[in-house]
């Protein structure tokens, strides 16, 4: 089966790519560097022609509710329509758990992407996962200052960007299902000790504090909006099993 991965060098989309090709089907990674600009709508037509699923696992760096939500509405209009002219006839996207209890900054987008998807011509499914074991690096990183290393209050259920990879492949080799089950980690976790436990990692000299960080969407991630909810398909390597894996 050949099958598309919008945004196929980003965290997931890479390990979707690895996990289709292990099935053995034939994956076409598509990203700006190889001449498909979703935002933009350039080089869709040649990049998706003969391909029968398509898994949108595109991705911004923004806390800006307009910009995100400019973004993924522009890229899955040009998707969904370059799908529908190519007779494409699965459209699987990737989704962020909560999305729809706390539709603030970025995840305004990703709720504003969820909805063009189900009310397109192309036959849907989103996967709404949790955040990745990355997610903690990225804020240590991004709330660094000199010595100090803010570590945000949330309550978060992280889950290997592999397992999510390997999920979505899963589902998009199957029939359409809307919304699908989501996929979490194996265990709840405090992001301030999360952000903590990977500076310790690192070996260096930092003091990471607690914090709670004022904003709608912290708010909600501290009251554990973001954690699944019903029963979600669990992936099994946790966050210390990870931090470990890169320290090997």
Do not use: C
């Not at 709404?128 to 259920?157: D, K, N, S, V, W």
């Not at 029939?175 to 980690?185: M, N, T, W």
């Not at 260096?204 to 909600?220: D, I, N």
């Amino acid at each position: 089966m050949k099958i598309a991965v919008v945004g196929g060098t980003g965290t997931v989309g890479a390990h979707t790519v690895g996990a289709l090709r292990e099935r053995g089907h034939d994956a076409v990674a598509l990203s700006r560097a190889n001449g498909a600009d979703v935002a933009k709508g350039e080089g869709l037509d040649a990049a998706i022609d003969g391909v029968e699923a398509i898994i949108d696992t595109t991705n911004l760096s923004t806390l800006s509710a307009n910009a995100s939500v400019a973004f993924f509405e522009a890229g899955t209009r040009h998707l969904l329509a370059a799908a529908e002219r190519a007779g494409v006839s699965h459209l699987v996207t990737l989704s962020i758990v909560g999305v729809d209890r706390m539709p603030y900054d970025y995840y305004a987008g990703k709720m504003a992407q969820e909805r063009l998807v189900a009310a397109g011509a192309v036959p849907w499914s989103i996967v709404r996962a949790t955040q990745f074991h990355e997610f903690a690096a990225q804020i240590y990183r991004q709330a660094g200052f000199g010595p100090i290393h803010l570590a945000p209050r949330a309550r978060l259920q992280p889950v290997a960007a592999a397992e999510v990879g390997g999920y979505l492949a899963e589902v998009a080799v199957g029939a359409p299902q809307g919304r699908a089950r989501e996929i979490a980690g194996p265990l709840e976790e405090a992001l301030d000790q999360m952000v903590r436990d990977y500076a310790a990692t690192l070996g260096e000299r930092v003091w990471t504090p607690s914090v709670s960080l004022p904003g709608k969407q912290m708010k909600a991630l501290r009251s554990g909006l973001g954690l699944p909810s019903g029963e979600p398909r669990r992936g099994s390597q946790t966050y210390a099993e990870w931090l470990s894996s890169r320290r090997a």
